[in-house]
Antibody, heavy 120, light 107 residues
Framework: QVQLQQSGPGLVKPSQTLSLTCAISGDSVSSNRAAWNWIRQSPSRGLEWLGRTYYRSKWYNHYAPSVKSRITINPDTSKNQFSLQLNSVIPEDTAVYYC??????????WGQGTMVTVSS | DIQMTQSPSSLSASVGDRVTITCQASQDIRKNLNWYQHKPGKAPKLLIYDASRLETGVPSKFSGSGSGTDFSFTISSLQPEDIGRYYCQQYDNLPFSFGPGTKVDIK
């Protein structure tokens, strides 16, 4: 049974970096059939896909244009996990952040969600 | 970017009613559309993928149809446990995008 377990702080100061980690059990971050995604939800923006990382003989990353200049998603094969870093956060980045496994474009397994508040 | 719209934004129906939600894409997305159920405090749950395929373990009361730009999602007999918000999501083009959601309540 595949499970995703998120970790990271729930409060980040404006202009600082939001960092979250998603630990994978029951699958591999290096899988040739899955992609590893970050998605957030806020009242103002609804569900918003942020980006993904995946391995197909080499590593690929794709990011949403809305955050492309500020986001990094990295795999960690030694710990079988992947991470999200969002730089220079603003209050509008306040949201529930989810990691999710993608298979052929569908997000079939989700982490438990992390409420992140951007506030001083 | 592909924009997704849904209607209605909310609905209230009686137990046992047939409920239908529509989703429209701003351009042709073939059948590259998924449906999710989202309950408060929980992660979204994949119900339908590829417009009409039922995810493993999902009750057959849920169904989806459509292709191109127009899609629909149906609950054949609404039950109290179906309360939540339902989202469509396209994966034809990056960035992936979701509809604004439809809130489903029991009357």
């Amino acid at each position: 049974q595949v499970q995703l377990q998120q970790s990271g702080p729930g409060l980040v100061k404006p202009s600082q970096t939001l960092s979250l980690t998603c630990a994978i059990s029951g699958d591999s971050v290096s899988s040739n059939r899955a992609a590893w995604n970050w998605i957030r939800q806020s009242p103002s923006r609804g569900l918003e896909w942020l980006g993904r990382t995946y391995y197909r003989s080499k590593w690929y990353n794709h990011y949403a244009p809305s955050v492309k200049s500020r986001i990094t998603i990295n795999p960690d094969t030694s710990k079988n996990q992947f991470s999200l870093q969002l730089n220079s956060v603003i209050p509008e980045d306040t949201a529930v952040y989810y990691c999710a496994r993608g298979t052929t474009g569908a997000f079939d397994i989700w982490g438990q969600g992390t409420m992140v508040t951007v506030s001083s | 970017d592909i924009q997704m719209t849904q209607s209605p934004s909310s609905l209230s129906a009686s137990v046992g009613d047939r409920v239908t939600i529509t989703c429209q894409a701003s351009q042709d997305i073939r059948k590259n559309l998924n449906w999710y159920q989202h309950k408060p405090g929980k992660a979204p749950k994949l119900l339908i993928y590829d417009a009409s395929r039922l995810e493993t373990g999902v009750p057959s009361k849920f169904s989806g149809s459509g292709s191109g730009t127009d899609f629909s999602f149906t609950i054949s007999s609404l039950q109290p446990e179906d309360i939540g918000r339902y989202y469509c999501q396209q994966y034809d083009n990056l960035p992936f995008s979701f509809g604004p959601g439809t809130k489903v309540d029991i009357k």
